[in-house]
């Protein structure tokens, strides 16, 4: 069965660095989706993402946050300037089409620790 | 705005007894709910999903929700549990259009005694 997959499963960066988290969605998907979880809190959206645009971004996607699909297959989710508050599960989330009938898949997430 | 509300961040039963775990949810619009679990180091699974067909709701795993309108209500239920359903359970609602964000509950932790 199709899946998505998230590289890496662990990220340690330090304070200030700039990270870049990698998600390869199902391949004939054409909406992609970053959600993070705060240890301990509940999952929440940052960004959705279609036809190489942002279709929708919460208010936690400032501009530190980027996403992008620079080839055929992957979607990144880049954070400039790691904060220690940015500490959290990321994970990423593909759908066929947009809207409630098309189920997103989500991937295993990437645990970012900023130290 | 959308929201919804789960009761009980943790709850536990013993093996064979029913599970029951609550959600109540917010929305301006017909909602879509959905119920999703999350076991140990791993990713969010789809359990089941309301979008206005049916409002009494199969899922994988024996689980079922009904949506109660009158209620707000869109509780999560297995008749009974086994070891394996030990997880974090959370309840989410989107919009009925295009939009597809998905807003999620706090969750409710899953214990399972043997």
């Known amino acids: 069965e199709p899946e998505v997959t998230q590289t890496p499963s662990h990220q340690v960066t330090q304070m200030g660095q700039e990270v870049i988290l990698r998600c390869v969605p199902i391949?004939?998907?054409?909406?992609f989706y970053w959600y993070r979880q705060i240890l301990g809190q509940k999952v929440e959206f940052l960004v959705s993402?279609?036809?190489?645009?942002?279709?929708?971004k919460s208010e936690i996607f400032d501009d530190q946050f980027s996403v992008e699909r620079p080839d055929g297959s992957n979607f990144t989710l880049k954070i400039r300037s790691t904060k220690l508050e940015d500490s959290a599960m990321y994970f990423c989330?593909?759908?066929?089409?947009?809207?409630?009938?098309?189920?997103?898949?989500f991937g295993p997430g990437t645990r970012l620790t900023v130290t | 705005a959308q929201s919804v509300t789960q009761l009980g961040s943790h709850v536990s039963v013993s093996e064979g007894a029913l599970v029951l775990l609550r959600c109540n949810y917010s929305?301006?619009?017909?909602?879509?709910l959905f119920w999703y679990v999350q076991y140990p180091n791993q990713g969010l699974q789809l359990l089941l999903k309301?979008?206005?067909?049916?409002?009494l709701v199969k899922g994988i795993n024996g689980f079922e929700a009904e949506f109660k309108k009158s209620e707000t209500s869109f509780h999560l239920t297995k008749p009974s549990a086994h070891m394996s359903d030990a997880a974090e359970y959370f309840c989410?609602?989107?919009?009925?259009?295009?939009?597809?964000?998905?807003?999620f509950g706090s969750g409710t932790r899953l214990s399972i005694r043997p």
């Open positions: 989330a593909s759908s066929e089409r947009s809207g409630q009938h098309y189920e997103q898949y």
């Open positions: 391949s004939n998907h054409l909406y």
């Open positions: 993402f279609y036809n190489n645009e942002i279709s929708e």
């Open positions: 929305s301006s619009v017909p909602p879509y």
């Open positions: 309301y979008t206005s067909a049916a409002t």
């Open positions: 989410a609602v989107t919009r009925g259009s295009s939009a597809s964000k998905i807003i």
